[in-house]
């Protein structure tokens, strides 16, 4: 499986940000897709995740209310719709999937592939 994120770049304080990450190869092998990201300097930290089928959806507290994860399954795409984005969101985010089914979702350690992640920047 092959999983490929796209949609960062720079915002400012407040703005909005929509990533994508497109799953190739065996996708049906897998249970669902999350979103994590890291900063410079800290540990990568968990941000959202869903199941193929919708049922499981999770957010991390700091972005619960600001930012919506989706999915397609047909197109075997997830999204990360971002508002009201902070500085504090400033980071690389990755997208992630784990073979059959996981849980917990927020853990990273449940995952087995990960994309090659997509730089946010949000300016004060």
């Known amino acids: 499986v092959q999983l490929q994120a796209s949609g960062g770049g720079l915002v400012q304080a407040g703005g909005s940000l929509r990533l994508s990450c497109v799953a190739s190869?065996?996708?049906?092998?897998?249970?669902?897709m999350g979103w994590f990201r890291q900063a410079p300097g800290k540990e990568r930290e968990f941000v959202a995740a869903t199941s193929w089928s919708g049922d499981s959806i999770y957010y991390a507290d700091s972005v619960e209310g600001r930012f919506t994860i989706s999915r397609d399954s047909a197109k075997n795409t997830v999204y990360l719709q971002m508002d009201s984005l902070k500085p504090e969101d400033t980071a690389v985010y990755y997208c992630?999937?784990?073979?059959?089914?996981?849980?917990?979702?927020?853990?990273?350690?449940?995952?087995?592939?990960w994309g090659q992640g997509t730089q946010v920047t949000v300016s004060s």
């Open positions: 190869g065996r996708t049906f092998s897998t249970y669902g």
């Open positions: 992630a999937a784990p073979k059959d089914y996981a849980f917990p979702l927020w853990s990273e350690y449940k995952y087995d592939y």
